[in-house]
């Protein structure tokens, strides 16, 4: 929650130093700030690639499901022919790969690769 | 007792899912997700109001079992851990 809190923080402090600072910094500098927060020395943040790779890796490995097919933007239902319990399952999955305690409203509104990763993405404690 | 509703039967899906999870012991949790989810299949293509109700309420003492089962296990949890909670 404390690194959740430092990130909307550090998101507008950002924001100055963009404005009037770009022509004394190079361009490869501007990537390095925006994409690496400069001020905390312990950045625990999952980098989105980890997230996408680990999360692709758990639905390939699910036995019903044809890894050839898997992309970040599969749906479990539509695209790979899984069902509702098979979702829950790749939740399961999921929360215990990340180790993560998803709330069921949350989790019943994940259907796909992409809301998966967004949602993992997005939370604070992910790991 | 009413039929129980698609989110409801989701949802004892996911208590027992999670349930298995507090046990200490590596055979034991493989057991609880495997027979939730074989059972779970099994009876996924039954119509008939009254069964779907008691196979739900036969989920639902199961999930007290695990619960309680799990408190249990716990006080007496063996202090070497299976081989295969061990990571490589």
Redesign the interface.
């Known amino acids: 929650m404390a690194s959740a809190l430092r990130a909307a923080i550090l998101g507008h402090l950002r924001v100055p130093v963009l404005a009037n600072g770009s022509n004394l910094l190079t361009p490869l500098w501007i990537h390095r700030t925006t994409s690496v927060r400069s001020m905390s020395s312990h950045d625990d943040h999952l980098e989105k690639s980890q997230v996408i790779d680990r999360i692709l890796d758990i639905v390939k490995s699910f036995p019903k499901v044809d890894p050839s097919k898997v992309t970040s933007e599969v749906h479990f239902q539509k695209d790979l022919g899984l069902?509702?319990?098979d979702n829950?399952?790749i939740i399961?999955a999921i929360e215990?790969e990340f180790k993560l305690e998803i709330p069921?409203k949350e989790?019943?509104k994940i259907d796909s690769c992409a809301l998966a990763i967004e949602y993992v993405y997005n939370h604070p404690l992910a790991s | 007792m009413a039929t129980p509703s698609r989110t409801e039967i989701i949802s004892l899906f996911r208590s027992l899912l999670r349930s298995a999870r507090q046990f200490p012991d590596y055979n034991i949790r493989e057991y609880t997700k495997r027979r939730t989810i074989d059972s779970f299949r099994h009876n996924k293509t039954l119509s008939d109001p009254s069964s779907i109700a008691a196979a739900f309420s036969d989920g639902q003492s199961q999930l007290q079992v695990a619960r309680r089962q799990s408190v249990v296990y716990s006080l007496y949890a063996p202090k070497i851990k299976s081989i295969m909670d061990v990571k490589p």
């Open positions: 069902d509702s319990l829950v399952e399961m215990e069921d989790a019943d």
